[in-house]
Nanobody
């Protein structure tokens, strides 16, 4: 089992920044990848960014590339999402997710991830 706890959400004006954190505990040694997803009101959960745990390969959805940066601290078992130049369209509940299986997978698919956090609200005002 892996437990994930997000923090760092809040209310910010357009153009502002926030940094989300996702602290992992439990059987974290089995983690192969972690990701951030978001769900806006009335919409499906959508991929934001992912990072391979054993290296530094990162992936982003087009709408956040250049504005968001995903990173990790393996020693702290923590993943981060630095969000800059925030827009009202970024308003959503942000979830972190962890994959603990090997094999082939698509990093942008929610089905690739085994464990999920409870979510943290990010609201960007115009």
């Amino acid at each position: 089992q892996v437990q994930l706890v997000e923090s760092g959400g809040g209310l910010v004006q357009a153009g502002g920044s926030l940094r989300l954190s996702c602290a992992a505990s439990g059987r974290t040694f089995s983690t192969t990848a972690m990701g951030w997803f978001r769900q806006a009101p009335g919409k499906e959960r959508a991929f934001v960014a992912a990072i391979i745990w054993s290296g530094s390969t990162t992936y982003y959805t087009d709408s956040v590339r250049g504005r968001f940066t995903i990173s990790k601290d393996n020693a702290k078992n923590t993943m981060y999402l630095q969000m800059n130049s925030l827009k009202p369209d970024d308003t959503a509940v942000y979830y972190c997710a962890a994959r603990v299986l090997g094999g082939t997978y698509y990093y942008a698919s929610s089905g690739a991830y085994t464990y999920w956090g409870q979510g943290t609200q990010v609201t960007v005002s115009s």
